[in-house]
């Protein structure tokens, strides 16, 4: 006998848009998933129904699926088109690929790993430090000075 509703956080995740259950109801306790044309973020207990259209915040798109039939077991992801449709607009996937792109090409000055070229500048600076002479090794007679 088929279901007529489901809850949204057993739905999202039988449907494979998150990994877990503990992750799809996170998700949706942070507001990220909307049902319909609403766009107050819904409570893992929400329940929903076929013909629903489900919006899943995962930044930085936003992904619209249409509901076509339910399930509350998790399929294997080839029978997932039977239950749900993508209807997220193109213009959602196009920001994830500037995005995808910006992200290598606008990287900024100290964020991230430092890359290979910064290491080599790095270590030619710090020969250059020790080939001039300069020594870092202090005595206690370096400050004397400083006592007065």
């Known amino acids: 006998m088929p279901q007529s509703e489901v809850r949204i956080d057993k739905w999202l995740w039988a449907m494979r848009v998150f990994k877990t259950r503990t992750i ?7 507001g990220r998933v909307t049902v319909g044309d609403n766009p107050n973020p819904v409570k893992p207990s929400r329940t ?5 259209t489900v919006s899943v915040r995962k930044p930085p798109i936003t992904y619209t699926f ?9 399929l294997g992801a080839a ?3 039977e239950y749900m449709e ?7 996937y196009d920001l994830l690929d500037v995005v995808r792109i910006s992200g290598f090409i606008d990287r900024r000055k ?3 790993r430092p890359t290979k ?4 500048e790095l270590s030619k600076f710090t020969e250059s430090i020790y080939d001039n002479g300069w020594d870092f090794d202090f005595d206690d007679d ?3 000075d400083l006592d007065d």
């Open 117 to 120: 070229r910064d290491g080599r």
């Open 86 to 92: 993508n209807i997220t607009p193109q213009s959602q």
């Open 142 to 144: 370096d400050f004397d």
């Open 79 to 81: 029978r997932v088109p």
């Open 48 to 52: 929903i129904k076929v013909g629903d």
């Open 110 to 112: 100290g964020l991230g």
């Open 24 to 30: 799809a109801t996170e998700a949706i306790k942070k």
């Open 66 to 74: 249409r509901v076509l039939a339910l399930t509350e077991n998790r």
